[in-house]
Nanobody, 123 residues
Framework: QVQFVESGGGLVEPGGSLRLSCVVS????????WGWYRQSPGKQREEVAS???????NYASGVTGRFTISRDDAQNTVYLQMNRLKPEDTARYYC?????????????????WGQGTQVTVSE
């Protein structure tokens, strides 16, 4: 079973930065596409960014230019560098495997979730 261990969240002031990490185990990391999702209280979990095994990247419109997804296949780790954080970025962030769905022309979550890491952006 694929397992995820997310870390790097915390409390940060608006305009600040955080770097999230997610160590993946239980699968051949380099064979798959990975992504980050987030969920705020009362809202649906939403995609933040995804990165394919060949390096193609997609971002949600609200984070483009501020967030950067990357991966280290040797370390089985996917990262999310978050800069110029805003209060609306406050959420619990999860990494997960993603798969391209032709019917939506988008990469979407498949399989299990980790526990996530909390990001709070506040004065």
């Amino acid at each position: 079973q694929v397992q995820f261990v997310e870390s790097g969240g915390g409390l940060v002031e608006p305009g600040g930065s955080l770097r999230l990490s997610c160590v993946v185990s239980g699968t051949t990391f380099s064979d798959y596409n990975w992504g980050w999702y987030r969920q705020s209280p009362g809202k649906q979990r939403e995609e933040v960014a995804s990165m394919t095994r060949v390096g193609s990247i997609n971002y949600a419109s609200g984070v483009t230019g501020r967030f950067t997804i990357s991966r280290d296949d040797a370390q089985n780790t996917v990262y999310l560098q978050m800069n110029r954080l805003k209060p609306e970025d406050t959420a619990r962030y999860y990494c997960t495997r993603v798969m391209y769905r032709r019917n939506t022309d988008n990469y979407e979550h498949v399989g299990s979730w980790g526990q996530g890491t909390q990001v709070t952006v506040s004065e």
